[in-house]
């Protein structure tokens, strides 16, 4: 059977739109980005790789306090400043409290100035470390190979990957919120003001210390990266367990209304955040 002009153009427009349908169904399907794919058992295998940093970590306070004086922040003219005011208000017994209100200390004033347990967790592809006292102590580092994010978004804690060299967990941490002090002590510290970058290399020093080695850069209150080592040492005893540290009760005390509920009231504060009176039942 012949087929005419017409025929032959009904058979050519039925061929052009088949030819789209028959291409997109021999195009291979592009995976979903999975940004936290499910563990292996390889995955989980590999943490008994890892050095052990089981066990709940005390920091060496008599270490904190030595480097104040041997080896401090490179301070620029303004910093410094700021920093003997704040010095010379704690001589006089006005101490300015650089951590209040319930907010963290952040990173990496917590790794500094701390003078509260710490536990470390591994996972696949993840490390966290977890503090006591303020409620809000708490880092991800994530070991998994993603890079830090392209969008910035500042957080107390910021952002943290990390990747391991031998048995050295080596941390990279950005996106800080410039609130953020950079504390020498619970009474001398400064807002970085932004643009601080943390790298950090943490290992075994041996069997139950922990050394975290920190290169600080903070281009608006520091002349030059400062590099400090902060002491952890292990306890491994249960009465050193981490317990639940909730900050504002630090503010309140325990009350039993006249319903018989009980309840939290505010303490009065004096000007330097400190207690000054328990209310009257």
């Not at 006591?132 to 830090?148: M, T």
């Not at 800080?176 to 504390?183: G, K, N, S």
């Not at 643009?195 to 950090?200: L, R």
Request: one cysteine or more.
């Amino acid at each position: 059977m012949k087929s005419g002009p017409l025929g032959i153009i009904v058979v050519g427009l039925l061929a052009s739109l088949a030819a789209p349908s028959m291409a997109s169904a021999q195009a291979p399907k592009k995976a979903p980005t999975v940004i936290n794919p499910p563990p292996s058992a390889q995955d989980w295998a590999d943490l008994g790789k890892l050095p052990d940093w089981s066990g709940v970590w005390n920091p060496k306070i008599s270490d904190q306090d030595a480097q104040v004086k041997t080896n401090p922040p490179p301070w620029n003219e303004t910093a410094a400043r700021k920093i003997q005011q704040m010095f010379a208000e704690e001589k006089a017994g006005r101490p300015r409290l650089i951590f209040s209100n319930c907010l963290p200390e952040a990173h990496p004033s917590w790794m500094l100035v701390t003078h509260n347990a710490m536990e470390v967790l591994f996972t696949p592809g993840r490390v966290t470390m977890l503090g006591e006292s303020d409620g809000n102590r708490i880092r991800r580092i994530y070991a998994d190979g993603r890079g830090h994010p392209e969008v910035s978004d500042p957080t107390f804690h910021g952002h943290s990957i990390g990747h391991w060299e031998g048995d050295t967990l080596v941390v990279d941490t950005v996106d800080i919120i410039p609130q953020a002090p950079l504390a020498i002590s619970e009474a001398a510290g400064l807002p970085n003001n932004g643009d601080m970058h943390v790298i950090e290399r943490i290992h075994l020093a041996d069997k139950d210390i922990l050394h975290d080695e920190l290169e600080i850069i903070a281009p608006k209150i520091l002349t030059k990266p400062w590099k400090t080592t902060r002491i952890f040492f292990r306890q491994r005893a249960r009465k050193f367990d981490i317990v639940e540290g909730v900050c504002a009760t630090g503010d309140l005390v325990e009350r039993v209304n006249a319903e018989g509920d009980h309840i939290f009231v505010p303490v009065e504060k004096s000007e330097w955040g400190h207690t000054t009176a328990v209310p009257a039942k």
